[in-house]
């Protein structure tokens, strides 16, 4: 099965540098959103919920948070499915 993509077209990429013990409370997070969602959410999903939630308590409005994290529609990943091939017992000449 393939996850769905959650990360916007014009995003760029960054490095994060985390702790031993800040990779385990990630973990523990993507442990608690997995059984309460269909999805295990990626690094970038709870970086991103995680400065919604710290914005969100600096007094940042709905609008303002809205229009920095918008709500991006998701889409279903193409999963293609390719059978195997059956190997003929031929003789060899």
Do not use: C
Request: charged share 30%; no cysteine; hydrophobic share 35%.
């Amino acid at each position: 099965m393939g996850r769905t993509p959650h990360i916007q077209a014009d995003a760029k990429s960054t490095t994060v540098y985390l702790t031993r013990t800040q990779k385990a409370a990630i973990r523990k997070f993507q442990a608690k959103r997995l059984l309460e969602t269909e999805g295990e959410p990626g690094l970038t999903e709870v970086i991103v919920e995680a400065l919604r939630l710290l914005l969100g308590s600096e007094g940042w409005t709905a609008i303002e948070l809205e229009q920095t994290f918008p709500k991006t529609e998701l889409k279903r990943a193409k999963v293609s499915v390719f059978s195997k091939r059956r190997r003929t017992n031929r003789p060899v000449a």
